[in-house]
């Protein structure tokens, strides 16, 4: 089957073939005459120029022509038939192309597009295939193309170096994919994450928790933050190698980014705190007073002090309850405070955000009612309360919820209540008791109705944000809108802000934020708890890694 698919290469056109049968100098004719348009612009005897020259604006047809000319051109041509190869997987085919593409009789130039094109297969082939065989072979022709590339003259850019720093992991030389990385912020070329993890995985895989940490320097320098999977890199790494130190320290920054871990980072901290290393870390007397200052000072949740304690650990895994005592060990978790200056900068954020992708006057029209009207206690995302289990929106099912949160807040007032216009006017909303419920809210100042074209989500996000507010929805704020927010502050406030609901038979059943924070936590006697992202629903409990020191239990 191999040989197979090694045989097997993707067809020139006709039009190709009698392009490159041509000679040089008359390439440019054919190239014209096979083209339609240009082959009725020719015969036209109002003609006075070539058809593919003619660029003015008042047809539009020059533009059409000299995109159709490039699709059809040999480089486009090429363009194509490796855009495929990439869609495909196909090594094979791409490296019989570019083979081709080098033919003395007839070649064909080579730019940046093509040429990243195949180092991608190379290197997606070279760190992926199974056979050993097929693995230094890609990424041996990767090697040669990216030099043929230099040859060329043609400059590469992120994508090309990513790709020569992926050949170089495959071949288990991080110190080569870590110099492609220093070559292209030396040219000026800012490196991305992706960039950074050949080297990274590459040192880490080959157990060189030094050369790994160079790499995580180098990112920190350039601004690049790591994420969950290079920081359960590093943790094994240094856990493997017995630096524990380096693991405190990036248990801590894992705290920080990640704030709680995966199944498979969960794995990697708990051999952590079952090996001999581990046993073998910390101090048997500590300064309880300097514990407790950098608890404070951190704002609580962790002291930063070292390892405490002596001896091996006991380690298992655990819930909370609903006061956030551990079931297993009897800690209670602190709730760490979020700094309102964080608050306000995040709801200046979220306003030049809005007002770039909603209409400018809408979104500054709500903020001043808003101003007019609140503050709320609470905000309820009715689009999804209301939709909550149905195809159908329920006016009753928002109401229901209304009254709920309205009984909890401590003014008593009701809930804002955020809905586009369209719910609000046509529909469902006609029924004469929805009309009722939909005059109650507007009575009472707590309907906003957001206009056409708008998302309503923005509106509400900042209302709850801007109010320092819960937010009733079960929204996960997951998506690319939330994406944009790129901060750590969004997933800390969404934990002490958000109220998520189910629905019985006796009505709604809300789920209060939990009164201690979701984060990774180090007490003040030296015991650690990571949650983990397993049971993160109403229905199902959240999973914690529980561990102490046997000898201070």
Avoid at 171 to 182: E, K, L
Avoid at 213 to 241: C, I, Y
Avoid at 367 to 387: C, E, K, M, T
Wanted: hydrophobic fraction near 40%.
């Amino acid at each position: 089957m191999r040989a197979a698919m090694a045989a097997a290469v993707l067809r020139p056109t006709a039009a190709t073939l009698r392009f490159l049968s041509t000679p040089p100098h008359q390439r440019r004719r054919v190239l014209v005459g096979h083209l339609p348009f240009a082959r009725r612009r020719r015969h036209s005897s109002t003609a006075t120029a070539p058809a593919l020259e003619d660029s003015s604006p008042r047809s539009g047809e020059g533009k059409a022509v000299r995109r159709r000319r490039a699709r059809e051109s040999p480089q486009g041509l090429l363009r194509h038939q490796l855009d495929m190869c990439s869609r495909n997987a196909d090594l094979t085919t791409a490296l019989r192309l570019y083979d081709d593409a080098l033919s003395p009789d007839n070649p064909i130039p080579l730019s940046l597009h093509h040429y990243n094109c195949l180092l991608y297969l190379c290197s997606n082939a070279a760190a992926t295939d199974s056979d050993s065989h097929i693995s230094a072979t890609a990424a041996q022709r990767g090697f040669d193309i990216f030099a043929r590339m230099e040859a060329d003259g043609v400059q590469p850019n992120e994508a090309t170096l990513t790709s020569v720093a992926r050949l170089a992991a495959a071949t288990r030389d991080p110190a080569m994919a870590f110099s492609v990385v220093r070559r292209m912020a030396a040219a000026g070329t800012p490196p991305r994450l992706r960039t950074y993890g050949p080297a990274l995985f590459a040192y880490c895989d080959a157990k060189d928790a030094d050369g790994a940490k160079q790499v995580e320097a180098h990112m920190d320098a350039s601004g690049v933050v790591p994420e969950e999977p290079e920081l359960a890199a590093l943790l094994r790494v240094n856990a493997d190698t017995g630096k524990a130190d380096e693991v405190y320290r990036l248990l801590h920054r894992t705290r920080v980014l990640v704030r709680q871990v995966c199944d498979t980072t969960a794995q990697v901290v708990e051999a952590w705190f079952r090996s001999d290393a581990a046993s073998q870390a910390g101090v048997d007397s500590w300064d309880p007073t300097k514990v407790k200052e950098g608890v404070v000072k951190g704002g609580g949740g962790w002291h930063g002090q070292g390892w405490l304690g002596k001896g091996a650990w006991s380690v298992g895994w655990t819930e909370m309850g609903k006061d956030g005592t551990c079931q297993r060990c009897g800690e209670r978790l602190v709730c760490i405070d979020i700094d309102p200056a964080e608050t306000d900068n995040f709801a200046n954020s979220l306003t030049e955000l809005a007002i770039k992708l909603e209409a400018r006057e809408d979104f500054l029209s709500f903020q001043s009612w808003l101003r007019r009207h609140g503050p709320f206690d609470a905000v309820i995302d009715a689009a999804n309360v209301g939709l909550y289990k149905s195809k159908d929106f329920c006016f009753s099912q928002v109401n229901s919820v209304v009254n709920a949160i309205q009984r909890v807040t401590k003014s008593k007032k009701l809930p804002l209540i955020v809905l586009h216009r369209s719910r609000v006017n046509v529909g469902p909303a006609k029924a004469p008791y929805n009309q009722k419920i939909l005059d109650s809210w507007r009575n009472a100042g707590a309907l906003y109705a957001t206009p056409p074209g708008s998302n309503d989500d923005w509106y509400w996000l900042y209302a709850a944000v801007s109010c320092r507010s819960l937010l009733v929805t079960n929204d996960e704020m997951r998506d690319h809108l939330f994406q944009l927010l790129g901060t750590s502050f969004f997933p800390r406030w969404k934990e002490k802000h958000q109220v998520r609901l189910t629905f019985s038979g006796h009505g709604p059943t809300l789920h209060l934020p939990p009164p201690y924070s979701i984060v990774i936590q180090e007490s003040e006697d030296g015991s650690w708890h990571v949650p983990t992202t397993t049971g993160d629903d109403i229905e199902k409990p959240r999973q914690w890694l529980c561990t102490t020191r046997k000898s201070l239990r």
